[in-house]
């Protein structure tokens, strides 16, 4: 087994002993709404948020995007689950700002293993084989992160199965100071019809 298996295991067994009535927790989330976010490691949305388990449902994928699977998730969330508003959260420092659809097709046409990034940009350090799939994929990297939540909120609003009476915020979170800046254009653009 490895190290990580072994602490993710460990930890889990720790969970379980205090797990308590946890088990009674109902299927919708009890504060009724939903936040979208990047998947990276420094954003913990039960902590910038004030959430317990069982309070909100969050979905999360790289860069915090509208993309089909996110929305698909939304629409369960509120049409079967009975969220009523909400949030689409990116970051400062992301990731995904660090590369464009180009680069990701050129490093995964290259090689499989993963690559690095310097001053100079990003580089494959692997030998093939590479793939030509990654040409199929919408990466949905962006320049520009205010922009990037505009963008998305306004998809949400504007899809056909999103109900025009959920409110959908936007907001970056500050990496450097754990503070939720609220993007008005977006906001703007989610508020309720």
């Given at each position: 087994m490895s190290h990580i298996l072994d602490e993710v295991?460990?930890?889990?067994?720790?969970?379980?002993?205090?797990?308590g009535d946890k088990s009674n927790l109902p299927l919708p989330p009890g504060r009724h709404f939903?936040?979208?976010?990047?998947?990276?490691?420094?954003?913990?949305?039960?902590?910038?948020?004030?959430?317990a388990e069982g309070d909100a449902h969050v979905i999360r994928n790289a860069g915090g995007r509208a993309s089909d699977d996110?929305?698909?998730?939304?629409?369960?969330s509120y049409k079967l689950?009975?969220?009523?508003?909400?949030f689409v959260i990116h970051h400062t420092d992301c990731g995904m700002e660090t590369f464009t659809d180009d680069i990701m097709r050129e490093l995964l046409a290259s090689s499989l293993k993963t690559a690095t990034v310097d001053s100079s940009g990003w580089h494959d350090t692997g030998k093939g084989p590479g793939s030509n799939e990654a040409n199929y994929i919408d990466w949905l990297t962006f320049s520009d992160n205010a922009r990037s939540v505009i963008e998305d909120v306004e998809r949400i609003r504007n899809h056909p199965l999103v109900p025009h009476d959920i409110p959908v915020y936007g907001y970056i979170y500050d990496v450097k100071t754990g503070k939720l800046v609220e993007v008005p254009e977006a906001t703007r653009l989610g508020k309720v019809a």
């Open positions: 295991l460990a930890a889990n067994a720790e969970y379980v002993a205090d797990f939903a936040i979208l976010t990047c998947m990276d490691a420094r954003l913990d949305p039960a902590k910038y948020a004030g959430l996110a929305i698909r998730s939304l629409v369960i689950l009975g969220t009523r508003e909400w």
